[in-house]
């Protein structure tokens, strides 16, 4: 299962608890968060190490809309410590725009990048699996 979403990731838990039920088949399943996987990751901190929910890494050329114009700079980026305990109300309040912190925007060309490695990556375990140890 890829993930692309952060807000899902709890369906990690569901996965877990859904493998330890009885079946006569062998079922292997990966939950792949594809945003902070190990390539994807480094394409993130090589170009801004605090980037977060709502910055560049999710500003994908197909994902924005016309017309609409994203602010300059970089917004300082929202301790994790503070997102994970914050109910909704509260983390709308903290986020304003729902952005964690980082950038808006970065070049295309290195936001295309961060896709492809992120393809890449899910397409490396899908043909080549993520049990190596058989």
Do not use: C
């Amino acid at each position: 299962m890829v993930n692309g979403h952060g807000g899902n990731s709890f369906a990690a838990g569901v996965m877990r608890e859904w493998l330890t039920e009885p079946r006569k088949d062998r079922v292997q399943v990966l939950f792949h968060d594809w945003w902070n996987a190990p390539r994807a990751w480094a394409v993130v901190q090589r170009y801004e190490k605090d980037s977060s929910h709502g910055s560049w890494m999710e500003n994908f050329p197909w994902t924005r809309l016309p017309g609409v114009t994203m602010p300059k700079g970089v917004k300082p980026l929202i301790p994790q410590t503070v997102t994970r305990q914050a109910p909704p109300a509260e983390l709308r309040r903290l986020t304003v725009d729902g952005s964690f912190g980082g950038s808006y925007e970065r070049p295309d060309a290195e936001v295309l990048e961060l896709w492809r490695t992120g393809v890449a990556e899910v397409r490396d375990l899908i043909e080549n699996g993520w049990n190596k140890s058989g």
